[in-house]
């Protein structure tokens, strides 16, 4: 286990002291700062929106700072409840009630936000889909949902199937004009600036769904994560205590819109604390990335190891000619933060990146890394207070620290799935019998409760039989060589009487290095020292970049369906 670490960055962050967090940690606390406490009307919009631009000291505070190739947005709090309401009211125009669907099919733009928050005032569900889907990725959601609108851009009108472009009672237009609209197509254009800037939300109940999210699971078709209006209570917490938002903390969250981490922390974590949204239109650019930093005075980045890597490749050179003063804190999620990009991004940025850890199915962050709190670089950090999280054996019991097993939740945290959408047998599986939420996840606790993740339950190698091994720790031994830049391992198989387990691991190489039939060999040789003898790397193959999702995790499903001639399954949200 990692003995490396790494002193607290700043102990003066909003969490104070963890273990005493921890233990006097009590939900109703958080739960008394809403205003539906006290008045039992419960609609995330107003927690979010209309509370602060109702008050006269915050309403011109920016909420919203978009950014697009030269322009720049501005939305104050106030701005944002008059556009959202005017989106509202065109919803309702339009025949949209509680419990509808709203699909979201854009490149990050303004009006999807608009578009969250009417869809949150009238209780309808919010679904946004990734711009860079494919037809089969669209259809397969839609039919699932059967949305009664289509949010969507004339350049991406065509990549909805056409029995979708018939049966969807609205497909909402954001820009035109076209030259053929068809009977259901709404250009959005100006509609909105006619409509009244006032709206009576609706008041819902707390576990009313709000969003809908599709992930993507190792087997079948993906599944819609249903999320409700009382997530907040876990967003608020969360979004003070890892984040350590205030009031003045301006937040980038360079997630796509279409991911959860970009719609939950990259705007309803912000706005829930009354801080500014900065969220950047532009695809990935390293020079940009610093640009932004730097031109926004952001104060809290949220990223992706993905990005870190690839500030990494772009030289720290890059890193030292702008000006990062105002960032206060920085964290990950979504892939293990490897402890090579922790130490450089340390080393040419000047502060920590704090690995987290959770889900769409989670909806708040569940494990990290706080600003007040000694780092473990390697490890994803320490549950969340009010969250209880364990690591269980194949029984689903309970294992002392530093054992390897699956990482789970005690089920019932606030902002927890509702459900998944028409498929409660898949919900359900979810969940073992003595209440814990099973994440799929390989983890392993140190004693002072660090969780460090090890691969993903369906990536596991067995080797002799019981011994159960994530693929994590071997690719990191991969890494140990100077060449291999990163890696991928997945099992070819064993021979259970000699208890030997064949893995074929995958590999991209550094700049400077050319495969070739002998660093094949030197690699291989480079890792059997480091393994038992149990544990064989058999086979080694060069490639250009590894599978992943969009948002860096590696697909290792996706290489062992190559090799064993099976589809890969669902690849949406997968990098082109
Ligand atoms: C993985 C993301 C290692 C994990 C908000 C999880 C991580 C899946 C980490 C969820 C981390 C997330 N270290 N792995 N810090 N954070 N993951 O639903 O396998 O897109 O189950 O939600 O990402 O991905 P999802």
Redesign the pocket.
């Known amino acids: 286990m990692i003995k490396a670490r790494v002193p607290a960055e700043n102990p003066e962050a909003n969490l104070g002291d963890y273990n005493k967090r921890y233990q006097s940690f009590n939900w109703k606390d958080i739960e008394e700062q809403f205003t539906w406490h006290t008045t039992g009307r419960i609609n995330i919009a107003h927690e979010a929106v209309d509370r602060w631009a109702m008050d006269p000291e915050r309403k011109e505070r920016k909420a919203l700072i978009f950014e697009k190739g030269d322009t720049v947005a501005i939305f104050t709090y106030l701005q944002l409840k008059e556009k959202s309401a005017q989106w509202a009211n065109l919803l309702v125009r339009f025949g949209f009630e509680t419990g509808d669907r709203l699909f979201v099919f854009l490149p990050p733009c303004p009006e999807i936000y608009f578009a969250l928050l009417a869809c949150a005032r009238i209780g309808a569900l919010f679904c946004p889909v990734y711009a860079t889907s494919t037809f089969d990725e669209v259809s397969v959601r839609i039919s699932d949902a059967v949305p009664r609108g289509i949010l969507t851009h004339p350049d991406l009108v065509e990549m909805l199937p056409t029995d979708i472009q018939d049966n969807t009672e609205f497909i909402f237009l954001t820009e035109g004009p076209l030259p053929n609209l068809l009977a259901n197509e709404i250009l959005v254009g100006g509609i909105p600036q006619q409509m009244p800037t006032e709206f009576c939300n609706i008041w819902l109940r707390p576990r009313s769904p709000l969003y809908l999210s599709y ?1 993507s699971g190792s087997t079948g078709p993906p599944k819609g994560v249903v999320h409700a209006h009382d997530d907040m209570v876990g967003i608020l917490s969360t979004a003070r205590e890892v984040l350590d938002l205030r009031e003045d903390t301006v937040l980038w969250v360079d997630a796509d819109p279409a ?3 970009g719609i939950v922390y990259g705007v309803l974590a912000p706005w829930l604390c009354g801080a500014t949204a900065l969220v950047q239109g532009d695809p990935f650019e390293a020079a940009n990335w610093y640009w932004t930093l730097e031109k926004h005075s952001v104060s809290v980045w949220y990223t992706t190891p993905r990005t870190l890597t690839r500030l990494k490749e772009a030289g720290g050179n890059l890193a030292s000619r702008y000006d990062m003063s105002h960032l206060r804190h920085m964290a ?6 490897v402890p090579d990009i922790f130490y450089w991004v340390k080393q040419h940025l000047g502060r920590s990146p704090h ?7 989670t909806g708040m962050i569940c494990l990290a890394n706080f600003p007040s709190m000694d780092i473990k670089p390697g490890a ?1 950090g320490r549950p969340v207070p009010g969250v209880e999280v364990a690591i269980l054996d194949e029984d689903g019991e309970p294992m002392p620290p530093l054992s390897l097993g699956e990482l789970a939740i005690r089920a019932g945290w606030p902002a927890m799935m509702v459900g998944l959408w028409l498929d409660e047998d898949r919900y359900r599986a979810y969940f073992n019998e003595k209440g814990w939420f099973l ?3 390989i983890a392993i606790m140190d004693d002072e409760g660090y969780y460090f ?1 090890q691969g ?1 339950n369906d990536d596991l190698i067995k080797a002799g039989g019981h011994k159960v091994i994530g693929p994590y720790e071997i690719e990191q031994i991969l890494c140990m060589h100077p060449a291999v830049s990163e890696a991928a391992v997945i099992s070819k198989g064993s021979e259970p009487d000699e208890g030997v387990s064949y893995l074929k691991a995958f590999i991209t190489i550094h700049k400077g290095f050319t495969p070739s039939i002998r660093l094949n060999h030197e690699i291989k040789a480079f890792v059997k020292a480091s393994l038992s003898s149990d544990i064989i790397v058999k086979e080694l193959s060069f490639l250009e970049r590894l599978p992943k999702t969009r ?1 860096g ?1 590696l697909l290792r499903r996706v290489l062992r369906a190559g090799e064993l001639g099976l589809p890969a399954g669902e690849t949406a949200n997968m990098e082109e």
Do not use: I, Q
């Not at 990950?332 to 933060?337: D, K, M, R, S």
């Not at 690995?355 to 199915?361: A, C, G, L, P, V």
């Open positions: 992930t991911w959860v981490t990950t999620v979504g892939a293990p933060l690995d987290t850890y959770w889900m769409t199915e994803m994440t799929g996840d993740h993903r948002s995790k």
